[in-house]
């Protein structure tokens, strides 16, 4: 049976102020792809990211998710998939209306999330009444990854993801994603590949806009 394709990015271009940040980038994920995506600031990694959840037009080539334009079909596309920012939104709401709010419009239940906020090591009956963004950083990284999981989406994609973890955080982190028991894809956007060691299959490095390496771990 072939691989089933969950991303297909063919000759993408992007450009800010006339500058190409993504040029002519062509990647292809399947199901069970745990991608490290690496390079420097500025390479295009983010750029891409954002490409592909429908955040940015592209200005030619293609990009699909399942078959559908990330544009054109922008919700189907986005119920797929759950998607960690390097930096935290400001969410204004507080901690139960944001759990209230992400069970109504992904279905996923806020008992679920909070279980796997405790497994994160997140005391989430605590900060129930307090605003997401006076959490601290840790704090709204783990209520993030926990949303996050108990999405139980295809594809999950983790920008910097352990950037305001600490160690013990990272090792409950590393363990939930292990323990992941239904076919699904990971992008991590990270620097460093010991980052991601024994949980990524394979490597992409881009520089300038494109895609230099494309390789299996």
């Known amino acids: 049976m072939p691989d ?3 991303v297909e990015a063919r000759n993408v271009v992007k450009q800010f102020m006339g500058e190409r940040v993504l040029d002519d980038v062509t990647i292809s994920i399947d199901l069970g792809d745990k991608i490290a995506m690496m390079g420097p ?3 295009g990694k983010t750029t891409f990211v954002r490409s592909m959840l429908g955040f940015y037009h592209i200005d030619s080539g293609k990009i699909q998710i399942e078959g559908l334009d990330p544009i054109k079909s922008r919700t189907k596309v986005l119920k797929e998939i759950s998607f960690i920012p390097q930096l935290p939104p400001p969410v204004k709401l507080n901690v139960a209306e944001l759990l209230e709010y ?3 419009s992904s279905d996923t239940p806020s008992s679920r999330i909070a279980e796997e906020a ?3 090591d997140l005391d989430i009956d605590a900060q129930m009444q307090k605003p997401f963004f006076k959490l601290s950083g840790g704090m709204k990284q783990k209520l993030l990854i926990a949303i996050a999981l108990a999405r139980k989406s295809k594809l999950f994609v983790f920008d910097e993801p352990t950037a305001n973890l600490d160690p013990k955080a990272r090792e409950h ?3 939930l994603l292990s323990g992941i ?3 699904h894809s990971t992008i991590f ?3 460093r590949i010991e980052e991601v060691e024994g949980l990524a299959n394979r490597k992409i490095y881009m520089d300038l806009g494109k895609v230099v390496e494309d390789e299996r771990l």
């Open 118 to 120: 405790k497994a994160m």
């Open 189 to 191: 956007i990270t620097h």
């Open 102 to 104: 992400v069970e109504r």
């Open 181 to 183: 028991d239904y076919p």
């Open 4 to 6: 089933k394709k969950i």
């Open 173 to 175: 982190f590393y363990k």
């Open 41 to 43: 600031n500025g390479a």
